[in-house]
Nanobody, 124 residues
Framework: QVQLVESGGGLVQAGASLRLSCAAS????????MGWFRQAPGKEREFVAA????????DYADSVKGRFTISRDNAKSMVYLEMNSLNAQDTAVYYC?????????????????WGQGTQVTVSS
């Protein structure tokens, strides 16, 4: 198993940047594909970004492509989400997730472990 703890959320103005972090503990971090998802009020949880086990492959939702960057540091068991040019539509609880398979996936049900989430609020 792996335990995930997100941090770095907060209240920012439109146009600002934030960096979310996710600390993992438990089994070997480098054996997991990692993803970020988000859930806005009244909406279903949606895919944001994912990164392969060695960091060589990434995938992004169209809504964040070019603004968000996912990265990982396997030596520190950390995954990050750098978010730039934030807008009100980015307001959500952001979740870190781990998938114990080889391929990067964008589907929520294909992730095995989840953090508790961190709130990001963007004021317009």
């Amino acid at each position: 198993q792996v335990q995930l703890v997100e941090s770095g959320g907060g209240l920012v103005q439109a146009g600002a940047s934030l960096r979310l972090s996710c600390a993992a503990s438990g089994r070997t971090f480098s054996s997991y594909v990692m993803g970020w998802f988000r859930q806005a009020p009244g909406k279903e949880r949606e895919f944001v970004a994912a990164i392969s086990r060695n960091g060589g492959s990434t995938d992004y939702a169209d809504s964040v492509k070019g603004r968000f960057t996912i990265s990982r540091d396997n030596a520190k068991s950390m995954v990050y989400l750098e978010m730039n040019s934030l807008n009100a539509q980015d307001t959500a609880v952001y979740y870190c997730a781990a998938r114990s398979r080889v391929f990067v996936e964008t589907t929520e049900r294909k992730y095995d472990y989840w953090g508790q989430g961190t709130q990001v609020t963007v004021s317009s």
